[in-house]
C-alpha cells in the first residue's frame, strides 16, 4: 500500500467497475478515437480529392474553349463580347463549371457569368499565360477556396492573341464523405459488436479466476499479501520480545494503519506465562507511527482497557474487531496475539478520520498478520524463559562469593555468551593443611542441559576433591564419571557430556608449590612478580570422556606475589585469530598490567579481551599466592618410641604458647595425644608432626610411611579402648587422612579463639 492508509489515490474510473467494464470502456473510446480519426482523414482526403477534380476540370474546360474555332478572330473583331459571351455562356453551363472568362493580354474581361463585370479587371494571375504557358491556382474567396485554370489562346507566329479562364467553387465535400459513411460505421459497430463480445468473455474469465473479486479486491488482495510477505522478512528476526513487537508495528506503518500499538501481558515480555484473569492490564512493548492522542501510553508503561473496547473484546472473543462507527476518532482495528493456545496480548491499527476507512477484508489481513507475529512473539518468550532458566540455574550453581583463603587473593570474572548460556565454570576449594584448589572447566553445548551438566561436574570435583586426592587422580575420577554420564545419556536419547574440559591446580603455600593438571584445557598463564609472563608446560590430557590415555601433572614453584590465571578458551579464540594467537594477546595483556589487584587484573583482563558480542561464555580466575611464614610452621621428627609421645607433645605445647594460643593447648594435647600414640603404635616410621598455624585455623598434620587408613569406630561401654579418633573428631572442627608419594597424613583442624569454624 504505497502512500500509506491515509492518502485516498485519485482514479479516473469509478472503483465499483469490474476489470471486464473498464476493458469495454477502453476498448470502446479507442474504437471512437480510431472512428473520429478516420472521419478526419477521409475529410481530409476528399477536400483533396474535390480540389484535383475541380482543378483537372477548369483546366479542361479552359483549354478546349481557348482551342475551339474562331475565338482568335473573335478577339480580333470589333465587339469579342458580343461573338464571345453567348459562346462562354453556353460553353460553362455544358461544362458545369461556375465560371468561363475570356479577356484580352491586359486581363480586361470580354465575358463573365455576371454581365457587370465584362469590362473589368481580372482578378488573379496572369504572367504565366502571356507567356504561353497553361497553369491553374487556388484562391481564397468568401464562399470558400476557388480553383481557376487561366489557359493561352494563341494567334499566328504563336503569340498570345487573349486569355481564357475557367474555374469552379470548391465546396460538397459531404457527398465524398457520405458515399464512405456506411463502411465507416459499419466497421465501427462491427469494432464495438467484438469489444461487447470479448468483454463478456474477459469477464466470465476473471470471474471464474478471481472467484468473483472486483478491482478494489483484488487490489487490498494484493496489498495485505505484500503486507504479510513483508512481515514474513521483517518480523521475528531476533529472540527478543521487545525488539519483535517493535517489528511487528513498524512494518505495518504506514503500509496498513497510521498508528500501531502492541500491548503484552507483563509476563510474556519476562518470558512467562500470561495469567487468563488479568487479560485487561497490559504493558505497552512497541509503538510505531504517528502520536494522535488516541493511545497516550508509552512503551513500558501499563495500558488498562475498558471491557466495551474492541481491545477487551479480542481478547475475549480470540478474534479481530473492527470499530469504524462515525462518532468514533478513527477506524480503528484490534487484533489478538494468540499462539499454540495461549493469547499473548493484543494488536490495535489505528487510522486518522482523513484516512480511507478499513474494509472487511482488512480484518483477516489484520488477524492473519497477527497471527504470524504471535508465533515469533511466542518463539521469542518461550526462548526468553529457558534463558533466563538457564542462566539462573549457572548463577546457583556458580560459586557467589568465593572463599577467603589465607594462601591466595581471588579475583573472578565471567561472561556469558549472547547465543545462550554455556558450560563455562569456576571454583575455589580450600584443601587440608591450608592448601587451596583452583579449578576452571568448560562443558560443551548450550542452554540448561549444559549449566546442569556444569553443575553436576562442580559437584563431582567438590566431592572428589574432599577425597584429597592428587590432581592427576582427581581428573581421572572425573573422566571415568563423564563416561557413566555419557553411557546413560545415549540410552535415554540425550545430548553427550564428551569434550567437556578442565584444568585443576592445588597450590601449598607452605613451599609455594603449585600442582597441575589439564584435560583438553588451555594452559595456566602465570604472571611473575618481575611481570614476566609464560605459559607452563603443563601435560594436556584427553578432554573428560574421551578416555584411553592417563593424565599427568606438573609442578611449579611460585614465589609470593606471583598470579596464577585460568581461562576457558572463550577468553582466547575468536573469529579473527586461534589459540595461540589469543594466548600471546592474553600475554602481553598480563605484562602491561603487573602490580595490580586479582580483581583489577581479572577486569582488565575481561576489558581487553572479551568480544563485545561474545559467541563462547568467558570464565577468568586470577589467584595472587602467599607464602606461610616460616614461623608460623613448626615440624618435629617423632621415634618410633611411645615414650617419646609425651616429649612431642610437650614442644607443640610450648610452640602453642609462643603463638600465643594458649586456649588451645589442652584440646591440642589430646588431639596429639592419640594421633601420634597411634603412629607409634600401628604405623611406620618415619613419622613426624608438623603443626600451621593459619589465619583463622590451627592445622596439627602427623605424617608416617603406612598407607593404611585408621578407622572410627564407636565403642562400646564397656571397651576399654577404640576411643581415640572419636576423641579427635570431637574436639577437631575437622579432621581426615590424605595419602602421598609415601604414606599417609592424618590432620586435624581447629578454629583459632575468636574466629568461626572454617579453613583458612
Known sequence: MSGGPGRRPRRWMPRAWSVATQVFVL???????????????????????????????????????????????????????????????????????????VMNTDG????????????????????????????????????????????????????????????????????????????LFGAAAVALAVAVAGNALISRRLRRQTHGLGTAELGRMYEHLKLLYDASTAVGTTLDVRRTAQELAHVAVPAFADTVTVDLAEAVVHGGEPDPADDVRLLRAARG?????????????????????????ALREGQACLLSSPQADGPLIAAPLAARGTTLGVVSFLRSRTAQPFAHDDLSAAGELCSRAAVSIDNARRYTREHTMAVTLQRSLLPGVLPEHGGVEVASGYLPALGGVGGDWFDVIPLPGLRVALVVGDVVGRGLHAAATMGRLRTAVHNFSALDVPPEELLAHLDELVTRIDEGTQADGGTPVTGATCLYAVYDPTCGRCTLARAGHPPPAVLRPDGRVEFPDVPVGPPLGVGGLPFEAAELDLPESSRLVLYTDGLVRGADHDLSGGMRALGDTLASRAGRTPQETCD????????????????????????????????????????AVAQVRNAAVRTLAEWGLDELSFTTELILSELITNAVRYAAAPIRLRMLRGGSSLVCEVSDASSTAPHLRYAATTDEGGRGLFLVAQLADRWGTRYTATGKIIWSEQALPDTGPGSA
Open 27 to 101: 476498448q470502446a473510446a479507442v474504437v471512437l478515437l480510431l472512428v473520429a480519426a478516420v472521419a478526419v482523414e477521409w475529410v481530409y482526403i476528399a477536400r483533396d480529392d474535390a480540389l484535383h477534380e475541380a482543378r483537372d476540370r477548369s483546366l479542361s474546360v479552359a483549354e478546349g474553349f481557348a482551342n475551339s474555332p474562331g475565338i482568335v478572330a473573335a478577339l480580333h473583331s470589333a465587339d469579342p463580347t458580343a461573338v464571345l459571351q453567348p459562346r462562354a455562356e453556353t460553353a460553362r453551363k455544358r461544362s458545369d463549371v461556375d465560371f468561363l472568362i
Open 108 to 183: 480586361i474581361r470580354y465575358t463573365a457569368p455576371d454581365p457587370g463585370l465584362i469590362g473589368k479587371k481580372f482578378i488573379g494571375t496572369i504572367a504565366p499565360a502571356l507567356e504561353g504557358r497553361s497553369f491553374t491556382e487556388k484562391i481564397d474567396s468568401p464562399r470558400g477556396p476557388v480553383v481557376q485554370a487561366v489557359v493561352p489562346v494563341t494567334g499566328p507566329g504563336n503569340t498570345v492573341a487573349g486569355l481564357v479562364c475557367a474555374g469552379e467553387a470548391v465546396h460538397g465535400l459531404s457527398g465524398h464523405v457520405s458515399r464512405r459513411l456506411p463502411f
Open 289 to 313: 507511527g504517528i502520536d494522535d492522542g488516541r493511545s497516550p501510553a508509552s512503551e513500558g508503561e501499563t495500558v488498562a482497557f475498558a471491557p466495551s473496547t474492541p481491545q477487551s473484546r
Open 604 to 643: 582488565a583482563v575481561l576489558h581487553a579481551l572479551a568480544p563485545e558480542r561474545p559467541r563462547d561464555d568467558v570464565a577468568l580466575l586470577v589467584a595472587r599466592t602467599r607464602l606461610l611464614e616460616p614461623g608460623r610452621i613448626a615440624a618435629w621428627d617423632v621415634p618410633a618410641d611411645p615414650a
